[in-house]
């Protein structure tokens, strides 16, 4: 009977010691656990950057390969000689817009020169250097170009406000109608 009650109390005690051992040995291991998983978080976080990052240079390049062959395709459509040239730096003021490109006089670049991109006019040189020249952009508050509605043909003056442009001097019998398209007149 004392061999049994002997036993059964310290059975209890190894129970709970082996519970113990157990306990921390688990609490250990998950924290061991926790500590691979921290790191391994911490190395795919800085992978994901990296990924990022070379993804926006592809995205960057993509459009750069489009945009050379929109140019190559204007170019082949223009009978006019051209010149490519780099935007180098823009205006800080928002309602006079100003472009620097980083063509200038030793490229041909001469002032009221036109500056185009395949999508049209966008302003012209005012003031060209030896290796770079100031664009005067359309939508600036000084500049204007004479300007035709597509569709109607009806003429007029497009002129900038700063951030957008704006269709005056249209007749006003004038058959023009919202989403008209509008165009540079090539008279001026």
Excluded: C
């Amino acid at each position: 009977f004392i061999e049994t009650g002997t036993f059964s109390a310290f059975a209890e005690v190894q129970r709970g010691a082996s519970s113990a051992v157990s306990g921390v040995r688990n609490w250990w291991g998950d924290y061991v656990a926790l500590q691979t998983v921290r790191d391994d978080n911490i190395r795919l976080r800085q992978e994901l950057s990296r990924m990022q990052i070379a993804l926006q240079q592809e995205r960057a390049m993509a459009q750069q390969s489009r945009t050379l062959e929109e140019l190559l395709g204007l170019r082949s459509q223009s009978r006019l000689a051209t010149v490519a040239a780099n935007v180098i730096a823009g205006s800080a003021r928002p309602n006079f817009r100003m472009l620097t490109v980083d063509k200038g006089t030793r490229d041909g670049l001469g002032p009221d020169m036109a500056v185009i991109v395949p999508a049209g006019v966008v302003g012209r040189v005012i003031t060209p250097g030896g290796r770079a020249a100031r664009v005067q952009l359309l939508i600036d508050r000084n500049a204007a170009v004479g300007a035709m509605v597509e569709r109607s043909r009806a003429q007029g003056v497009a002129e900038g406000t700063g951030t957008k442009m704006r269709l005056i001097y249209v007749s006003g019998g004038a058959n023009v109608a919202v989403g008209d398209v509008v165009v540079t007149s090539g008279i001026d």
